[in-house]
């Protein structure tokens, strides 16, 4: 069975979601990045939630044995699937391939991304930064405006992106992925504007998540850094579940166009 970054099993995640109700009963969502870190916890709490749910990354093996064992212990439907969301011309066939096997898909969670080191800003080379955009930006853009279209034409559905707190804290250590970031920003308000006022289209703009990717941090300096936060700390993977659920369930019908930072207070530090 496996387990999340901070040691929760799906079963334990499955019943902390359940404890929220179900607001997306006969929905199907499409969740990129979803095998693991916060896109795991989302794909999870969609199907606890009700959701049938196709887990999307680029390494198929981890998304098809999330999938088995989350449809065990939802009843669910849950499908994996191995895909580059920086592949533009694969992104159309992976849509059709999940719609073959779930049905037609009203929840898209653009949820992959990278954030490589690198040793300078002059360091950075024009394949990293070409990467970069690609699974931050330009993969997102395709899959918003095919499924956008989709679900426009079928009547609605629910857009939702992962942003980060870097899109308005950009340093140089981290500043494509903060571009990207911040131009994804800017495509909510546009697919919003497109596709509405059908499918809604909203980003979480996230904080720092104690998740597989935080094991590489210094967390002796980010636990001094987050003393200024009004939370104090950083988050846990569990934490991003409660805006997701609310951004692409029902009660969020007046809801579209919006970032909601899930960050414990990061951005309204000094």
């Known amino acids: 069975m496996s387990t999340t970054a901070t040691g929760s099993t799906v079963t334990e995640a499955v019943a902390r979601a359940r404890a ?5 009963t006969g929905r199907r969502a499409l969740v990129t990045g979803g095998s693991r870190g916060l ?3 989302i794909a999870i709490a969609f199907a606890a939630a009700g959701a049938d749910v196709a887990i999307v990354s680029r390494k198929k093996d981890a998304c098809t044995g999330l999938a088995a064992e989350l449809a065990e212990a939802t009843g669910r439907r849950v499908t994996g699937h191995g ?4 592949e533009w011309d694969r992104l159309d066939g992976l849509l059709d391939e999940v719609e073959d096997g779930l ?3 009203d929840v898209l969670v653009n949820n992959a991304g990278i954030a490589p080191v690198y040793p300078s800003l002059h360091g950075v080379t024009e394949e990293l930064f070409d990467k970069i955009v690609a699974v931050n930006l330009k993969g997102p853009f395709r899959m918003m405006a095919v499924a956008g279209r989709r679900m426009a034409a079928r009547g609605g559905g ?7 707190m870097a899109s308005g804290r950009p340093t140089a250590g981290d500043l494509p992925y903060a571009a990207a970031k911040a131009a994804l920003n800017t495509l909510t308000a546009g697919f919003a504007q497109e596709y509405g006022p059908t499918v809604r289209v909203n980003t979480i703009v996230a904080g720092p998540f104690r998740t597989d990717i935080s094991a590489s941090w210094d967390m002796a300096a980010v636990d001094e850094m987050a003393r200024s936060w009004p939370s104090r700390r950083v988050g846990e993977p569990s934490e991003i579940v409660g805006a997701a659920l609310y951004l692409c369930g029902p009660t969020a019908s007046y809801t579209t166009g919006s970032l909601l930072a899930v960050d414990g207070g990061r951005l309204a530090a000094p």
């Open 20 to 24: 929220a109700g179900a607001p997306l």
């Open 39 to 41: 896109g795991r916890e």
């Open 83 to 86: 895909a580059h969301v920086g």
């Open 103 to 105: 049905g037609p898909v």
């Open 158 to 164: 629910a857009m939702l992106n992962i942003s980060s």
